[in-house]
């Protein structure tokens, strides 16, 4: 059964850095997309960043060169990162680990609408004052 886990959330000041973790397990498949989504109250779920089996990543314009997405490799088991610097308020949201594990590329698989997404962490609240 397919697991993940966040970790790291928390608040921070305007200009301040996090690192949110998620702990991926359970599954047995080579060709996967993994990433982070974000929903703040009264909005829709949005990509953040995303990395595919191949290690290419994808990020949304409101992040890039802020953000960045890495990942721990092991047998059917994977950390997930997202190094998120020079955070501002409108940062702020509840931070969601997502999975597929099927042949896909993260560009694409970044802006698939929620409902399509096959497996999600239970989120990790992010919360930037100014």
């Known amino acids: 059964q397919v697991q993940l886990v966040e970790s790291g959330g928390g608040s921070v000041q305007s200009g301040g850095s996090l690192r949110l973790s998620c702990a991926a397990s359970?599954?047995?498949?080579?060709?996967?997309?993994m990433g982070w989504f974000r929903q703040a109250p009264g909005e829709e779920r949005e990509g953040v960043a995303a990395?595919?089996?191949?290690?290419?990543?994808?990020?949304a314009e409101s992040v890039k060169a802020r953000f960045i997405i890495s990942q721990d490799k092991a047998k059917n088991k994977n950390t997930l990162y997202l190094q998120m610097n020079s955070l501002k308020p409108e940062d702020t949201a509840m931070y969601y680990c997502?999975?597929?594990?099927?042949?896909?590329?993260?560009?694409?698989?970044?802006?698939?609408?929620?409902?399509?997404?096959?497996?999600w962490g239970q989120g990790t609240q992010v919360t930037v004052s100014s």
């Open positions: 997502a999975a597929d594990f099927f042949l896909c590329f993260s560009e694409p698989w970044l802006l698939r609408p929620r409902r399509l997404i096959g497996y």
């Open positions: 990395i595919d089996s191949d290690g290419t990543t994808s990020y």
């Open positions: 359970g599954y047995s498949y080579h060709s996967y997309c």
